[in-house]
């Protein structure tokens, strides 16, 4: 059996990315993975960046094995932040997207996703900028017979 809790990302995307709460606030094309479509300067600070944005990541995969040594399921951890310049409206987002997630539960015919908790939330302030972090916990497993 496939094991799809590394293919977390891309459910992730689509869940911020099709959420109007989220969406009232943060552009589709400002939800990135990793920082990944983000340019920096030689200081590591961002360039050309329209704010707000949401930044998302696969922090960690831990197989849940039954007493026979088999991992059928995972418990994964990803980590939401958004960037704002303006705080309240940091905290507007960071609620949209506790809302988009905490408590549901997702299956399609590949994945199953589901007791998704907050594991922890915290805020920071750099680079002119406010940013709320999410750390969500989750339980995945295949769907493929």
């Known amino acids: 059996m496939r094991d799809n809790s590394i293919l977390i ?18 552009d589709k094309e400002n939800i990135f993975p990793l920082l990944g479509n983000l340019k920096l300067d030689s200081q ?6 329209t704010f707000p ?3 998302f990541e696969r922090t960690s995969v831990k197989p849940i094995y039954t007493k026979d ?7 994964v951890t990803v980590a939401i932040s958004c960037v704002t310049t303006e705080y309240e409206q940091s905290i507007d987002i960071a609620n949209a997207i506790r809302d988009c997630f905490e408590g549901k539960h997702y299956q399609d015919e590949t994945i199953i996703i589901d007791r998704i908790e907050v594991n922890d939330i915290s805020e920071d302030y750099a680079m002119d900028a406010y940013m709320q972090h999410i750390i969500f916990k989750m339980h995945v497993r295949s769907n493929i017979q």
Request: hydrophobic share 30%; charged share 15%.
């Open 69 to 75: 040594y088999c991992a059928t399921d995972n418990e």
């Open 44 to 49: 590591g600070n961002p360039t050309d960046v």
């Open 9 to 26: 990302g891309k459910y992730i995307y689509y869940f911020l990315s099709t959420n109007e709460n989220i969406l009232q606030y943060v």
């Open 53 to 55: 944005f949401v930044t």
